[in-house]
């Protein structure tokens, strides 16, 4: 094992090396509470094996697991009369800001009237027609 997994906290949560409040766990995936979280019931979503990004997945039992469990945790929140709302959000790589380097998913139950505000502004150049257009050729291969 090299020693990038070997300190990798998530991967410690798995194995319990490292106690967590976890809420959720197969085979493929576990999830647990933010220990810093930005509202109560932020929760997170983490493959049990070491993956750092989310196009680093190969195994399709892997992604069907990790779809599931994006459905499956907001319903327990949501159940648990935690939210009604919730947004989920993954940072994949350096540039976007990818803060520990074992894919993640953030669960983070809204309310009404909370402090957390997550908002993207819109980049007027990216989004103009001609723009959009040469980025599509590019994605598309055109």
């Known amino acids: 094992m090299n020693s990038e997994i070997d300190k990798c906290i998530f991967c410690e949560i798995v194995s319990r ?4 409040f976890e809420v959720y766990k197969t085979d493929y ?11 109560n019931g932020h929760t997170l979503i983490i493959p049990n094996k070491h993956i750092e990004r989310l196009d680093h997945i190969n195994d399709p039992h892997l992604s069907n697991e990790i779809m599931d469990s994006l459905i499956k945790v ?18 994949n790589g ?30 007027f150049t990216a989004a103009k027609k001609s723009n959009l257009l040469s980025i599509w050729k590019k994605i598309v291969g055109r």
């Open 29 to 39: 995936v576990t999830a647990f509470l933010d220990i810093n979280p930005v509202t």
């Open 74 to 91: 907001p319903q327990l929140l949501i159940q648990s009369g935690i939210c009604d709302d919730y947004t989920i959000l993954s940072d």
């Open 17 to 20: 090396k490292i106690s967590s």
């Open 94 to 123: 350096h540039f976007a800001q990818q803060d520990i380097k074992h894919l993640h998913f953030h669960v983070i139950p809204r309310h009404m009237n909370e402090k957390f505000e997550f908002k993207l502004n819109t980049d």
